[in-house]
């Protein structure tokens, strides 16, 4: 049925219950007029008005209080609206009469789980009959006729977070684990689930199934909200993306499609969920100042949600007083690809077709318009837009006859080009230099030309035998091999005049007179007379007309760090060096060229120096690539291809040590490459990842995801202690010892994950090549 703008129906309503503690669940009797609310140092019972909650009942009053009143969970029998049960913190399930007075209301104590219970709720038809999860991973049918359990189930699993009754089959009910699992049992059926499978890669912490359809919901510590359907073999139907843990969920009465959610963590909004549109919520409800602890629609009103909070309220709301978040994001968007592509799309704004007539015409469109702005209509998920996409232009297109457009292979998707990239790239086995030009070639063939010019690069600073780790900073031009350099030595060679013996080598000598010819770029010799006298080694004498040649004073960020920059002039600021060394000295004797006009005129220089001598040469720096290549890097992790960023890491070795790059970088770079080819199901290519990696967490991946849970051989309940085969309920290490020879195995131990029996590997394959059942119990292993 359509929703509307629900203006009518009751307001919310809220209500702080207690100062000392906060609710953990809540529950609805049959009439849906009371609700009850459990926690650790609450449990309550109250009515639900009109415009208020009334208290009616606090069943913990008195002196003799215990952890059985600490409840986790509350659920209300279905037949009897003065039943209630609890699990408690201690494992406790208690059945509570609200018919009788005092102690005595405390009717029933079960005391049979070992751990924490952590869910408990009635048959939905048989009113007797309930059924508690706990931590210990076993599920406890009562019967509240009797004092102890009728029927216990082994889930195989740490935790039992959630059970739900099946409103299709009424002895059919759900559990979900920690483990990630999800279980379908028959109540007659004790020693066997029915269906068992795998919903979410994290725990499971709650579980609802549809009123009208097939479908369980599952919510986890993945963030995602997975809708199942269970007709036959359980096949995902829609998956919903929130932005914490998911703690509740609950399907919104006389909607089939939409789904309310809270969070466990972060999150303290209550989301209605259109599961045909699962990237924004279809409403929302803003009013809790703390995590929401349980959620609850009263009986088949969709417009009324109860919920309780961390911060010790209870909450009444009313659907027409829900946030749309829809109608608050932006109808446009635009994107701008690595290729330089960008997609926009923008809401397509639909109008009502024209009639025959004019009055009708505008009074038609009129009210059409209002109703496709309304906020609760239930076209919300489908929103109609429109997709434009810009691409780039290829440069071989075809521009005529003359020019035709030469023949290009279909573009790969990214998908393709990182599957085959990571199963190409080599990260060892060969020098530097090779695997370099190895892995060149495969970003080539794949169109990763920018990894291609940084492979290039990694082998040319990095790959010949020139490289010394770690790079040493030159302080003189004699240990530098530079062409600049060459070039200016063999300059002075030919640039110096003849000066007597005994002259002053500042050149403030009246006596000699210097003549100085320009310089030419094939390096000709000054015209100059007399004898030469060779230039100490220690100063250096240039030309003025070759250094203004490279060199414009007026512009001098040109030189930065010894070397002379050749590009864009716009650029020169952002490159500038003004503090070196180099600047200083050159500032020193460069012509000041902010004197005015009239000294010039008073006092001209009687001889005007053609040749600029400079004492001493400021040490240049060697340029190192280790900054560059940490930049490169972080360019290519930014673009989206982490997967050259962190092999370009890997195949430098050592020499990566230079690099001045932090360590939690590359920590979130191992765990995003490995997470990305776990994705795509490369398990050999990231195992050699995690084998190549030098950070402690990247290395400890592997023994993590390697980890199989065993059982024990005799009672089948998982290993789950400290000291090895040693089972908690046998009591003995019977499931370490071999089944073939009955001694203790050490070394290499082969079990079969049926019986849960194995022994010596050798002991194995020499019984199996003659037997194909188990030694111990018969069992048809599949030994391989």
């Given at each position: 049925?359509?929703?509307?703008?629900?203006?009518?129906?009751?307001?919310?309503?809220?209500?702080?219950?207690?100062?000392?503690?906060?609710?953990?669940?809540?529950?609805?009797?049959?009439?849906?007029?009371?609700?009850?609310?459990?926690?650790?140092?609450?449990?309550?019972?109250?009515?639900?008005?009109?415009?208020?909650?009334?208290?009616?009942?606090?069943?913990?009053?008195?002196?003799?209080?215990?952890?059985?009143?600490?409840?986790?969970?509350?659920?209300?029998?279905?037949?009897?609206?003065?039943?209630?049960?609890?699990?408690?913190?201690?494992?406790?399930?208690?059945?509570?009469?609200?018919?009788?007075?005092?102690?005595?209301?405390?009717?029933?104590?079960?005391?049979?789980?070992?751990?924490?219970?952590?869910?408990?709720?009635?048959?939905?038809?048989?009113?007797?009959?309930?059924?508690?999860?706990?931590?210990?991973?076993?599920?406890?049918?009562?019967?509240?006729?009797?004092?102890?359990?009728?029927?216990?189930?082994?889930?195989?699993?740490?935790?039992?977070?959630?059970?739900?009754?099946?409103?299709?089959?009424?002895?059919?009910?759900?559990?979900?684990?920690?483990?990630?699992?999800?279980?379908?049992?028959?109540?007659?059926?004790?020693?066997?689930?029915?269906?068992?499978?795998?919903?979410?890669?994290?725990?499971?912490?709650?579980?609802?199934?549809?009123?009208?359809?097939?479908?369980?919901?599952?919510?986890?510590?993945?963030?995602?909200?997975?809708?199942?359907?269970?007709?036959?073999?359980?096949?995902?139907?829609?998956?919903?993306?929130?932005?914490?843990?998911?703690?509740?969920?609950?399907?919104?009465?006389?909607?089939?499609?939409?789904?309310?959610?809270?969070?466990?963590?972060?999150?303290?909004?209550?989301?209605?969920?259109?599961?045909?549109?699962?990237?924004?919520?279809?409403?929302?409800?803003?009013?809790?100042?703390?995590?929401?602890?349980?959620?609850?629609?009263?009986?088949?009103?969709?417009?009324?949600?109860?919920?309780?909070?961390?911060?010790?309220?209870?909450?009444?709301?009313?659907?027409?007083?829900?946030?749309?978040?829809?109608?608050?994001?932006?109808?446009?968007?635009?994107?701008?690809?690595?290729?330089?592509?960008?997609?926009?799309?923008?809401?397509?704004?639909?109008?009502?077709?024209?009639?025959?007539?004019?009055?009708?015409?505008?009074?038609?469109?009129?009210?059409?318009?209002?109703?496709?702005?309304m906020p609760g209509n239930i076209?919300?998920?489908?929103?109609?837009?429109?997709?434009?996409?810009?691409?780039?232009?290829?440069?071989?297109?075809?521009?005529?006859?003359?020019?035709?457009?030469?023949?290009?292979?279909?573009?790969?998707?990214?998908?393709?080009?990182?599957?085959?990239?990571?199963?190409?790239?080599?990260?060892?086995?060969?020098?530097?230099?090779?695997?370099?030009?190895?892995?060149?070639?495969?970003?080539?063939?794949?169109?990763?030309?920018?990894?291609?010019?940084?492979?290039?690069?990694?082998?040319?600073?990095?790959?010949?035998?020139?490289?010394?780790?770690?790079?040493?900073?030159?302080?003189?031009?004699?240990?530098?091999?530079?062409?600049?350099?060459?070039?200016?030595?063999?300059?002075?060679?030919?640039?110096?005049?003849?000066?007597?013996?005994?002259?002053?080598?500042?050149?403030?000598?009246?006596?000699?007179?210097?003549?100085?010819?320009?310089?030419?770029?094939?390096?000709?010799?000054?015209?100059?007379?007399?004898?030469?006298?060779?230039?100490?080694?220690?100063?250096?004498?240039?030309?003025?007309?070759?250094?203004?040649?490279?060199?414009?004073?007026?512009?001098?960020?040109?030189?930065?760090?010894?070397?002379?920059?050749?590009?864009?002039?716009?650029?020169?600021?952002?490159?500038?060096?003004?503090?070196?060394?180099?600047?200083?000295?050159?500032?020193?004797?460069?012509?000041?060229?902010?004197?005015?006009?009239?000294?010039?005129?008073?006092?001209?220089?009687?001889?005007?120096?053609?040749?600029?001598?400079?004492?001493?040469?400021?040490?240049?720096?060697?340029?190192?690539?280790?900054?560059?290549?940490?930049?490169?890097?972080?360019?290519?992790?930014?673009?989206?291809?982490?997967?050259?960023?962190?092999?370009?890491?890997?195949?430098?070795?050592?020499?990566?040590?230079?690099?001045?790059?932090?360590?939690?970088?590359?920590?979130?770079?191992?765990?995003?490459?490995?997470?990305q080819l776990h994705r795509y199901?490369?398990?050999?290519?990231?195992?050699?990842?995690?084998?190549?990696?030098?950070?402690?967490?990247?290395?400890?991946?592997?023994?993590?995801?390697?980890?199989?849970?065993?059982?024990?051989?005799?009672?089948?309940?998982?290993?789950?202690?400290?000291?090895?085969?040693?089972?908690?309920?046998?009591?003995?290490?019977?499931?370490?010892?071999?089944?073939?020879?009955?001694?203790?195995?050490?070394?290499?131990?082969?079990?079969?994950?049926?019986?849960?029996?194995?022994?010596?590997?050798?002991h194995l394959q020499q019984y199996?090549?003659?037997?194909?059942?188990?030694?111990?119990?018969?069992?048809?292993?599949?030994?391989?």
């Amino acid at each position: 049925m359509p929703d509307t703008l629900e203006d009518a129906g009751p307001s919310t309503v809220s209500l702080r219950i207690c100062m000392e503690g906060h609710a953990n669940a809540l529950a609805l009797n049959k009439e849906h007029n009371q609700i009850a609310v459990a926690g650790r140092s609450l449990l309550k019972v109250y009515s639900i008005d009109a415009e208020s909650f009334t208290e009616v009942c606090n069943m913990r009053v008195g002196k003799n209080q215990n952890l059985s009143y600490s409840s986790n969970d509350v659920a209300w029998s279905t037949l009897d609206s003065n039943i209630l049960a609890t699990a408690a913190t201690n494992g406790v399930v208690s059945v509570w009469d609200l018919s009788k007075f005092g102690r005595q209301k405390q009717l029933l104590v079960y005391n049979e789980h070992e751990r924490t219970a952590h869910t408990v709720t009635f048959h939905s038809t048989e009113g007797n009959i309930l059924i508690s999860g706990s931590q210990d991973g076993t599920i406890k049918c009562f019967d509240i006729r009797f004092d102890t359990s009728v029927n216990t189930y082994f889930s195989n699993s740490e935790s039992v977070r959630d059970l739900k009754f099946s409103p299709h089959s009424p002895n059919v009910f759900s559990a979900v684990s920690e483990n990630g699992t999800v279980q379908l049992w028959d109540m007659r059926k004790w020693d066997k689930c029915m269906v068992q499978f795998t919903a979410h890669s994290g725990p499971i912490y709650t579980c609802d199934w549809h009123p009208t359809r097939n479908w369980l919901a599952t919510g986890s510590r993945d963030k995602q909200i997975k809708v199942w359907n269970m007709d036959g073999r359980a096949s995902l139907e829609y998956t919903i993306h929130t932005i914490a843990v998911v703690g509740r969920v609950k399907w919104r009465p006389e909607r089939t499609y939409h789904i309310a959610s809270c969070a466990l963590v972060v999150d303290y909004s209550i989301h209605v969920w259109d599961i045909r549109r699962p990237y924004i919520p279809f409403a929302s409800f803003n009013d809790h100042t703390n995590v929401t602890t349980d959620i609850a629609w009263q009986g088949s009103d969709s417009h009324c949600l109860l919920s309780t909070s961390k911060d010790s309220s209870i909450y009444k709301h009313a659907f027409k007083d829900a946030t749309r978040p829809a109608l608050k994001a932006n109808a446009q968007g635009a994107s701008l690809g690595r290729h330089g592509d960008i997609s926009f799309a923008n809401k397509i704004k639909e109008y009502a077709i024209k009639s025959s007539g004019l009055s009708n015409t505008k009074s038609t469109n009129f009210i059409s318009r209002r109703k496709s702005n309304m906020p609760g209509n239930i076209q919300f998920h489908l929103d109609h837009s429109k997709m434009y996409m810009f691409m780039l232009k290829n440069v071989n297109m075809d521009l005529g006859p003359e020019f035709p457009a030469h023949d290009t292979t279909t573009e790969l998707r990214v998908h393709e080009v990182f599957i085959g990239c990571a199963r190409e790239l080599l990260l060892s086995g060969k020098k530097l230099a090779e695997l370099c030009e190895h892995n060149a070639e495969v970003s080539r063939k794949y169109g990763k030309y920018n990894a291609t010019t940084l492979w290039n690069f990694i082998k040319l600073f990095y790959g010949t035998k020139h490289f010394e780790p770690p790079f040493e900073h030159r302080s003189s031009f004699s240990n530098q091999k530079n062409p600049i350099t060459s070039r200016r030595a063999a300059q002075v060679a030919s640039d110096w005049t003849p000066h007597d013996q005994g002259q002053e080598m500042n050149g403030n000598s009246q006596e000699t007179q210097l003549e100085a010819a320009d310089a030419s770029d094939d390096g000709d010799e000054l015209a100059v007379g007399g004898k030469q006298n060779p230039p100490p080694t220690s100063s250096v004498i240039l030309s003025e007309t070759q250094i203004i040649s490279e060199i414009t004073f007026d512009n001098f960020e040109l030189l930065r760090n010894g070397f002379i920059y050749v590009g864009p002039a716009d650029l020169t600021k952002a490159l500038a060096l003004p503090d070196t060394a180099l600047h200083h000295d050159v500032q020193a004797v460069r012509s000041q060229l902010d004197l005015k006009a009239s000294e010039h005129e008073k006092s001209p220089p009687p001889q005007v120096p053609s040749i600029l001598k400079v004492s001493h040469v400021p040490p240049i720096p060697m340029w190192e690539p280790h900054q560059f290549v940490v930049d490169a890097l972080m360019l290519q992790n930014d673009v989206g291809d982490v997967q050259t960023a962190l092999t370009i890491l890997i195949v430098m070795g050592e020499a990566r040590q230079l690099l001045p790059i932090e360590d939690v970088v590359v920590e979130h770079w191992f765990h995003t490459y490995v997470d990305q080819l776990h994705r795509y199901e490369l398990w050999n290519e990231a195992c050699e990842v995690i084998n190549r990696a030098w950070v402690r967490s990247v290395q400890q991946l592997n023994q993590q995801s390697t980890v199989m849970p065993t059982n024990c051989g005799e009672c089948g309940r998982p290993l789950g202690g400290a000291v090895g085969w040693y089972c908690d309920k046998c009591k003995s290490m019977q499931s370490a010892k071999c089944t073939v020879c009955n001694l203790i195995v050490r070394g290499v131990y082969a079990w079969c994950q049926g019986c849960s029996h194995g022994g010596h590997i050798d002991h194995l394959q020499q019984y199996f090549a003659k037997h194909s059942k188990c030694a111990k119990c018969g069992h048809l292993c599949a030994f391989s």
